[in-house]
């Protein structure tokens, strides 16, 4: 059906017949009534949806299928904070008087489907304070504690939860130890939780590659209300993962035709193994790479680290005053800002104490932003999964300056947060898969430097 005001006839109620396969769009648009669109679940277009840009207050009911077309069809909606997924038809009653349907006999999506979790560590008082932030979620809830991974593995075997947090260090056996030997194949997402001790840095990198989605400081109780928000945002996100394909990597097939020029790579949750299967899968020489992880301090030596082992090229730990050279990737140190300059003719890596920016140190918006101010013949920005905006505005300026910019699908991040900014700023040329995303790097640096000879 068209788009429709629902006006008052004869009766101050109207009953509306809404079918599983259709979605329904509620709008409390002025005090005569409601906007109302029924969507058929063929049809893939939603060019009405342009209507309903900027809502007030919009409900979606109708299928959690119909529901994931639109949200691909339209990256920027719907923004609705209410979502009820059917299993059948129901009829839905608008009540003209109260100029609202009434909806008292179902469920929010968040009701509905919380999410199972599994706290897997060995000290209580990280148990509860863990619990205490998860309990506060409107989309997860503690299903179990486990003080080692013996106790968790029966918790597992017994009711397989959506997510874990698990702790590094514990008796019996390492929490990195039981990821490799026991949770690889799983397929459930997993949470490290770390004291962010230089000690750990090689751990949790460890733990990453062998399959942990991301790593968050073990809370404090002197911090914990200004700590919660961040770890249950992490937690919520990497949730949602569990729906997700594993990622089969494409090893490029090209070569680099040449080194000169340079390729700057952003990246948050779950980058750090991202990153690992992009380096893998490119050629074995390079043009110079320059790289800002959202990570601390102590960790992106041990991220630069292992990543060397695993690449025939080198990755280092970016210090102040670096020559960029080829066949190098340079990784912003946590805690500092990473800039470009160029003198005489070469270009260095600058590692300045400058302020955060998006909240960030290193951020990416302040790496791409130099990049964008020297001009660079052959320039590829990436921007890889993570939460936030960081990133969108610098790549906007390499895109307007010229360069060619690549961003991470929905479907093979960890977190679509940082690529669909960038996206929905029009700062990018190409939206790539993880899998292919090494191939298109060497591709579309090709196809620049033919541009520019």
């Not at 400058?354 to 964008?372: A, E, G, I, M």
Request: glycine share 6%; aromatic share 6%; hydrophobic share 40%.
């Amino acid at each position: 059906m068209p788009i429709k005001k629902l006006m008052p006839g004869n009766s101050s109620l109207t009953t509306i017949h809404l079918n599983k396969e259709d979605g329904v769009l509620v709008f409390n648009q002025d005090e005569e009534g409601i906007f109302l669109y029924i969507e058929n679940k063929n049809d893939t277009n939603f060019s009405k949806l342009s209507k309903f840009s900027d809502p007030k207050n919009i409900c979606y009911i109708g299928s959690k299928e119909l529901f994931k077309k639109i949200k691909e069809a339209h990256l920027n909606w719907p923004r609705c904070e209410k979502k009820m997924y059917l299993s059948d038809s129901i009829d839905l009653t608008y009540n003209h008087e109260l100029q609202k349907i009434d909806l008292s006999n179902f469920k929010l999506e968040e009701e509905l489907e919380k999410k199972n979790v599994l706290i897997v560590d060995d000290s209580k008082t990280i148990q509860k304070l863990l619990a205490k932030i998860i309990e506060s979620s409107t989309k997860l809830k503690v299903t179990g504690i486990a003080n080692n991974p013996i106790e968790a593995k029966a918790i597992i075997e017994q009711n397989k939860p959506d997510l874990i947090t698990l702790d590094i260090h514990m008796p019996e056996m390492d929490g990195v130890e039981f990821l490799k030997t026991y949770l690889q194949d799983k397929h459930i997402p997993t949470v490290m939780i770390s004291s962010v001790s230089i000690n750990e840095g090689p751990l949790v990198m460890e733990a990453l590659s062998h399959g942990a989605q991301t790593y968050i400081q073990k809370p404090s109780l002197e911090n914990i209300k200004a700590e919660s928000k961040h770890i249950l945002n992490q937690l919520e996100a990497v949730a949602d993962l569990r729906q997700k394909k594993p990622i089969v990597l494409q090893k490029a097939e090209d070569h680099f035709n040449h080194n000169q020029g340079l390729i700057v790579i952003g990246s948050s949750t779950g980058g750090t193994k991202a990153l690992q299967d992009i380096f893998t899968s490119l050629p074995d020489e390079i043009p110079p790479i320059l790289v800002v992880q959202h990570i601390p301090k102590v960790f992106s030596k041990a991220l630069a680290d292992n990543l060397n082992r695993l690449c025939v090229f080198e990755v280092k730990e970016a210090e102040n005053g670096d020559k960029i050279e080829p066949n190098t990737v340079y990784i912003a140190p946590g805690d500092h800002q990473m800039k470009l300059t160029k003198n005489g003719g070469f270009l260095y890596c600058e590692i300045n104490e400058d302020p955060p920016l998006n909240h960030f140190k290193p951020s990416v918006d302040y790496l791409f932003k130099s990049v964008s101010e020297i001009r660079i013949n052959n320039l590829i920005a990436v921007i890889l999964t993570g939460m936030g905006k960081d990133g969108a505005l610098g790549m906007l300026d390499i895109y307007n300056k010229g360069g060619y910019t690549l961003a991470q699908d929905e479907e093979s991040c960890v977190v679509f947060g940082m690529p669909k900014e960038a996206i929905e700023v029009g700062a990018v040329h190409k939206i790539v898969s993880l899998s292919d995303m090494a191939q298109e790097i060497v591709s579309q640096f090709n196809k620049q430097l033919k541009k520019a000879v």
